[in-house]
């Protein structure tokens, strides 16, 4: 594979709800085998930028591709083929509450006809494992999971298949902390491991330097810095280090109302 | 002036928003169906879906079937005794309820338990972000949610309707001879004279069409619900109270087309 070409391309992406501007013109590189954490205020449209990637939202303008291929210009098998290759944490979770935990996690491989169910149990049980979750996890149901149970159980289903690129939304959250460095190694594990691709959203600044290669801050619907997550407790740029150093007075005023 | 360009402009509003809703649940309806003739195949969630369409749903069909066929025989004997046409009570029941009210009642009552469960479930995924998870997970949630359960209406609501028809004929021959004193031999030759296959599968062919639009309906409101807790509920009402009108007027058309020649 061409180390030129980036894993994702992004440009001028804009999403508008009604007259509710979320994204407004988001130009991002990411580059093969890398992990990109992104970080932003609540409601800055992180969650939105990754399901427009999905194609699970519309955007209105703008292009993403993948591996140099753009994405809403291709035909509809084409694409689809392109998105089953991305695995996905939902901010939720968003298990499926009608099936067994096992079946959750192995729903991607049995959907794909990789395996058969028994093979499909096994694999599930593992990756289960690889979550810190005990094997007797996989016959409960969803609803009767912790939180941070199900927060995991989403992490399992979405490196079972192995994707070669891979979304967590807010993968830690939720978890306390030692599990969360638990999930955080997990993470640049199969970004290592498996070379795939990551894109995190994260609000927690330790996780974000351990889990990411570079990271980028969106603020207002842009990408108001990007650079190596190792610098970004010290960026320079007033916006990401109050951000990152969780101050109140800076250049972002929060809109608090009564 | 103005308040008439008002008045107007809102009236076209309506009817577009009108004509755009019914333009959409066609194109809803269209792709559902298609996707129950391509694979992949989900017979498991299909035989999930025809036991709590059509095996859990048999209480319910079943005591409205045998208190309607109760109904009528009482009714009819009543009014028509005056002519001293007894007889004409065993004929009364079978071809009311094998054309009329085995399929409506049971698709009514089908609409108020299963309509409204689909529209909850596929709502709350929806508004969950289940169903986009699906879509992550190289499964078409149409083919996965939708598919499954207008094949299992189509096929559960007729089945349905056998046990609808056979429980009211029963119901109408229980009051006819035990309350009424008519003799049962009679009552079930006069029933067997009258009854023709014209009228039971014309009443079947309705209960599938009825199935589709219970199931369909269900789905529909489900899965374009938002907006958490209160979406889902909204959705699930309005689910309930399309597919029972949409029961009626399919029930008129569809009579015009069978009998009206
Ligand atoms: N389906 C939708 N319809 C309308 N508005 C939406 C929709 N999805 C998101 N939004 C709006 O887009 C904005 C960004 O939402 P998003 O979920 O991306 O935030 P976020 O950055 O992920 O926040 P958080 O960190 O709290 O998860 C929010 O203001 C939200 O109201
Ligand atoms: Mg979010």
Redesign the pocket.
């Known amino acids: 594979m061409n180390d030129a070409i980036p894993k994702i391309r992004l440009r001028g992406l804009c999403k508008s709800?009604?007259t509710?501007l979320?994204l407004d013109g988001i130009d991002l590189d990411i580059a093969p085998g890398t992990s990109m954490v992104v970080i932003?205020?609540?409601?800055?449209?992180?969650?939105?930028?990754l399901k427009c990637i999905l194609g699970l939202?519309e955007p209105d303008t703008g292009t993403i591709e993948i591996d140099g291929v753009d994405l809403l210009h291709q035909d509809r098998r084409g694409r689809d083929e392109t998105r089953s290759r991305i695995g996905m944490l939902f901010?939720n979770g968003a298990l499926f509450d009608s099936l067994p935990v096992w079946e959750n996690v192995a729903f991607g491989l049995l959907a794909q006809n990789r395996c058969t169910r028994a093979e499909a149990h096994a694999k599930a049980s593992e990756v289960l494992a690889q979550v810190g979750l005990a094997p007797n996890v996989g016959d409960m149901s969803p609803s009767e999971l912790s939180g941070g149970m199900q927060k995991r159980v989403g992490l399992a289903r979405a490196i079972a298949a192995q994707p070669d690129i891979l979304f967590f939304?807010?993968p830690t959250t939720g978890l306390d902390p030692i599990m969360g460095a638990v999930i955080d190694g997990l993470i640049v594990d199969c970004v290592k491991r498996l070379g795939s691709t990551a894109v995190a959203?994260t609000?927690d600044m330790a996780s974000a330097r351990r889990i990411g290669d570079r990271a980028a801050m969106?603020f207002k619907g842009r990408i108001v810095w990007q650079g190596p997550a190792t610098d970004l407790m010290h960026t320079g740029n007033p916006m990401v280090d109050q951000f990152t150093h969780g101050e109140r007075e800076g250049p972002i005023q929060m809109e608090l109302r009564k | 002036m103005n308040g008439l360009l008002d008045a107007m402009a809102l009236i076209g509003r309506t009817l577009f928003g009108a004509c755009l809703a019914a333009g959409r649940l066609v194109l809803f309806a269209i792709s559902g169906i298609s996707h129950v003739v391509r694979p992949p195949f989900y017979g498991r969630m299909f035989l999930r879906a025809f036991i709590e369409i059509g095996y859990f749903s048999l209480p319910v069909v079943a005591l409205t079937a045998v208190f309607t066929g109760m109904v009528l025989a009482l009714q009819s004997s009543t009014g028509l005794s005056r002519f001293s046409a007894d007889s004409a009570v065993a004929s009364l029941v079978v071809l009311s309820v094998t054309r009329e009210l085995g399929p409506v009642l049971a698709g009514l009552m089908v609409a108020g338990r299963v309509g409204a469960a689909i529209a909850a479930e596929i709502g709350t995924m929806r508004v969950t972000d289940q169903i986009d998870a699906l879509s992550t997970l190289s499964t078409n949630p149409m083919k996965y949610l939708v598919a499954p359960r207008l094949l299992a209406g189509l096929i559960a609501l007729p089945l349905l309707v056998v046990v609808a028809d056979i429980l009211g004929v029963l119901g109408g021959f229980i009051i006819a001879t035990v309350k009424l004193g008519f003799n049962s031999e009679l009552y079930l030759a006069n029933t067997l004279n009258f009854i023709q296959t014209d009228d039971v599968v014309s009443g079947l062919a309705k209960a599938a069409v009825f199935g589709v639009l219970i199931t369909l309906m269900g789905c529909y409101q489900g899965y374009n619900s938002?907006g958490g807790a209160q979406g889902v509920g909204a959705a699930t009402t309005s689910a309930v109270v399309a597919a029972s009108v949409l029961i009626l007027a399919f029930d008129y058309v569809l009579t015009e087309l069978f009998f009206a020649r």
Not at chain 1, 40 to 49: A, N, P, Q
């Open positions: 709800f009604g509710k979320v932003g205020g609540s409601g800055s449209g992180k969650s939105v930028l939202i901010q939304d807010e959203i609000h969106l | 938002k």
